[in-house]
């Protein structure tokens, strides 16, 4: 007898052997297969909607940037350098966390291929190095490379170089990409 889990990408939910396409807890589409190499469905058409605890996730709770500028900005208004400081944080977890979300909501979609997954030792999360997706596809004739960096998620050890995913970026500006369904 096989375990077949699914793992919500929005919210990290997991469902045993699920009949139903989207997550109960943030109504976020679940991929139709973690394994296999298959792209699994493809993104809905622009504009799409995010799960709302997502991109509070990305924006504020998920994001070091924006946290930190936080604490710097609003306890310490009364100072000077902190505030600054703070805000220039805030502003930078914004910029990235905007450079992942509005390919997300707004962007074309077309099929990728993982090209490689390597542990970034570079950095410690609770003192494991995470890894680093990157990926390729074509936009224009021309061919693009993206990255997903700090993951985590036991997802990516079913995933492999080689494996076909959906690919959502910007048709004016592809080097602004994310991955769809989201793997962080």
């Not at 909501?105 to 190095?129: C, F, L, Q, R």
């Not at 995470?130 to 936009?139: A, G, M, R």
């Not at 079913?158 to 970026?169: A, E, H, S, T």
Request: hydrophobic share 35%; glycine share 10%; charged share 15%.
């Amino acid at each position: 007898m096989s375990r077949f889990y699914v793992t919500c990408p929005w919210c990290k939910s997991q469902f045993h052997q699920p009949d139903f396409s989207n997550c109960t807890n943030c109504g976020g589409a679940l991929p139709v297969s973690e394994s296999g190499g298959g792209p699994g469905s493809p993104p809905p058409p622009a504009p799409r909607v995010l799960p709302k605890s997502y991109v509070r996730s990305v924006k504020y709770f998920g994001n070091t940037y924006t946290l930190i500028g936080i604490i710097f900005t609003i306890p310490f208004f009364w100072t000077v350098i902190f505030p600054i400081i703070g805000i220039i944080l805030w502003r930078k977890g914004i910029r990235e966390a905007n450079a992942e979300l509005v390919p997300l909501e707004h962007g074309a979609h077309t099929e990728g291929k993982i090209t490689n997954i390597a542990k970034d030792y570079t950095k410690k999360i609770n003192g494991v190095s995470p890894k680093i997706l990157t990926f390729v596809f074509e936009s224009g004739g021309a061919k693009h490379v993206g990255t997903v960096p700090n993951l985590m998620d036991p997802v990516v050890h079913l995933k492999q170089p080689g494996d076909k995913i959906w690919v959502v970026y910007l048709p004016d500006n592809p080097s602004v990409s994310s991955v769809w369904p989201p793997m962080k």
